[in-house]
């Protein structure tokens, strides 16, 4: 399937919100999606993200089995008039972001976007809707503040930070294309979508983050996201 | 200068602290180091963990031209009774330490710490200590948690973050090799004391950092650090 440049303007964008996450490491029996922070779960805070950048996106959630009773109560009190498409998370990220791409048409923008990370700015999830539209993909990077070594078996040795990015979400592709990657077999590389984008077409096209952007996922992150949040 | 193992069990602990910082980052007239968080200046803050970790250490402290005004009621106030051998930052972080390191004699044990750290550990410091006690060398590293990629001119790369670490301080050294590292020019690859150490004895020894050791930098880190001190 060849989508030329002028069908990409006209395209409607989605975001697959992939909260499949049991939140084993917030030592918690609510997983962290559902936590709530300044008065709405970060999910909440998450999906209006996504509801300002464009009140008319297509919104697949894909949720864990059993997590349905921890939605209900959100999309009642928060999204009533709202559809949201389900899907169900699978045993891994991957098999998570298979299923809500089976949810998605081939003619569209596809952001897939971790749940736990309500502190993307609208102007990112802009940078990185235009590029996609433009370039088929787009992830968002920052720089790396810290000292970073690379360790070996014997040694270790400074590595020039300038040539390092951090990666976050969402990452955003021409739909048809993401949903072709996704169907190469998993393999251990596989840690976000653009490496398996990457795979099926060689590269993917950066663009810059927002640093705000963080996942949360110790109880710390929670304290750290009431601050940003206020 | 020679000192074999059965000297180094018996060597002085030192750290020299540096904090010739003037807080750009921070749109702040007072220096970061010097702002209250939770009741201390961060600097206290990070004082008090190297006498809770010696109340002996032999302590450099290594001031900003014109921070003396910003020292004096400190020390008034919590340090009265305490020994402080002060040293004049320079222009660069290299030069700050280079002076610090004139007050040190070559038979001790000496860490180079940044003030603005104040969230080291006391284990961290110890793991630090004994290390560089055995093998001449120790600095605390800690995981990589983000997704990284290795950006050049053409393309972008993921990194197997699993080989990749953070660096902090403290970079504690046995003082006659410091010293001497730091009679070398100095080069744009000297980005921290490791790099200089190692430029000369060829590697330093990688010991397990800790997470909330972060820099105090920008306006938020003020607020995260008000968190995890409480």
Redesign the interface.
């Known amino acids: 399937m060849i989508i030329d440049f002028e069908v990409m303007q006209i395209l409607q964008n989605a975001v697959i919100i992939v909260s499949g996450g049991s939140g084993s490491r917030m030592q918690s029996e609510v997983p962290k999606q559902y936590m709530d922070v300044n008065g709405k779960a970060i999910l909440v805070w998450t999906v209006e993200k996504f509801l300002a950048f464009d009140p008319q996106i297509f919104i697949v959630l894909v949720l864990a089995d059993g997590h349905q009773d921890f939605w209900n109560p959100i999309k009642n009190r928060f999204f009533r008039e709202r559809e949201f498409i389900m899907a169900r998370g699978g045993e891994s990220r991957f098999d998570s972001v298979k299923s809500g791409l089976e949810m998605i048409k081939d003619d569209c923008i596809v952001g897939i976007h971790d749940a736990v990370r309500p502190m993307v700015s609208i102007e990112t999830i802009k940078r990185c809707y235009d590029s996609a539209r433009e370039f088929g993909s787009a992830i968002p990077?920052i720089d790396?503040?810290?000292?970073?070594?690379?360790?070996?078996a014997q040694?270790?040795n400074?590595?020039n930070r300038e040539?390092?990015?951090?990666?976050q979400t969402p990452q955003v592709f021409a739909a048809h294309q993401i949903k072709e990657a996704y169907r190469q077999s998993y393999t251990i590389?596989f840690?976000?979508d653009?490496?398996v984008y990457e795979r099926k077409f060689?590269?993917?096209k950066?663009v810059e983050g927002n640093p705000?952007n963080i996942k949360i996922?110790k109880p710390?992150d929670l304290?750290?996201l009431s601050?940003?949040l206020s």
């Not at 790396?144 to 070996?152: A, H, K, L, M, N």
């Open positions: 990077v790396v503040e810290d000292t970073i070594r690379s360790v070996g040694n270790s400074q590595v040539n390092l990015k951090r990666v590389e840690t976000d653009a490496t060689n590269s993917v950066l705000e996922t710390v304290k750290i601050i940003l």
